[in-house]
Nanobody, 115 residues
């Protein structure tokens, strides 16, 4: 059974930091591309960051220089370090293995950034 479970969301003020974590099970973790997506109220879900098995990363332009995606293949964990948060970063953040099999997603964790 594939599971992706996010944690670490919460309410912060603009300029502050959060670190999201995602525990993954049921997939060949080290060989799978993993990603963080987000969905703000009334908006479509968008890619925030992606990390390939070899560590290659890509980021949405809106988060470049502020967010960092990383993975721990020994622990089957993927992380999103979010610095200098802005109110426009407010969204539900989802961990995903979008290209594995039919694609798998977590249930999301809410990040709220107040101004």
């Amino acid at each position: 059974q594939v599971q992706l479970v996010e944690s670490g969301g919460g309410l912060v003020q603009a300029g502050e930091t959060l670190r999201l974590s995602c525990a993954v099970s049921g997939i060949p973790f080290s060989g799978v591309t993993l990603a963080w997506y987000r969905q703000a109220p009334g908006m479509q879900r968008e890619l925030v960051a992606r990390i390939r098995p070899g560590g290659n990363t890509i980021y949405a332009d809106s988060v470049k220089g502020r967010f960092t995606i990383s993975r721990d293949n020994a622990a089957n964990m993927v992380f999103l370090q979010m610095n200098s948060l802005k109110p426009e970063d407010t969204a539900v953040y989802y961990c995903a293995a979008p290209n594995y099999d039919m694609g798998y997603w977590g249930k999301g964790t809410l990040v709220t950034v107040s101004s």
